[in-house]
């Protein structure tokens, strides 16, 4: 039997290779993408060209999204002006939501495209990932658990008006 893409691909072990597969996967997201993350400090998503590829993404079609659950919004309300400014230009399509106290302890960071490509962080303090490409069965308990965290976080509105 043939190797899986999943199977195939080598462990990311630097934060230069983790921010390349972020890339990468913006690039096939084509209907959503999911982040769980403490904070997106590490995904450096207000980078010029990697928040270009955000927008392109979600400017493409009034039906895409990005979904993103956060234990800490700081850097986004503080450092992240090219996503606020996002969030603003594109109500309802990027959401961003918080966990709840008892979640803060998880450590791991998700990156899910398409319910079919993902990135795993494995603790968000080290680079060590592993990128995962057209296998949405290797993907499904990541994306339940996204789900799960989804539903148990509450809506962030980042001080914009929402609905208006």
Do not use: N
């Not at 927008?55 to 009034?62: C, P, R």
């Not at 302890?105 to 080290?126: E, K, P």
């Not at 509450?154 to 914009?160: F, N, Q, R, V």
Request: net charge negative; glycine share 6%.
């Amino acid at each position: 039997m043939d190797a899986s893409p999943a199977q195939s691909q080598p462990l990311i072990v630097s934060e230069a290779e983790y921010r390349s597969a972020i890339d990468e996967l913006l690039g096939l997201a084509q209907r959503e993408v999911c982040i769980f993350d403490r904070d997106l400090g590490r995904l450096a998503l207000d980078a010029k060209d990697r928040s270009a590829l955000v927008e392109t993404f979600i400017a493409a079609d009034s039906l895409r999204r990005l979904r993103i659950v956060l234990h800490d919004s700081a850097v986004v309300e503080g450092a992240s002006p090219r996503l606020r400014e996002l969030i603003r230009r594109f109500p309802g399509r990027i959401e961003l939501r918080q966990t709840p106290d008892e979640l803060r302890h998880l450590a791991d960071s998700l990156f899910l495209v398409d319910g079919q490509h993902g990135l795993i962080r494995f603790h968000v303090d080290h680079a060590r990932s592993k990128r995962v490409l057209a296998d949405s069965v290797e993907l499904a308990g990541r994306l339940q658990r996204f789900e799960d965290l989804w539903e148990a976080s509450a809506p962030l509105s980042l001080g914009t008006v929402l609905g208006l």
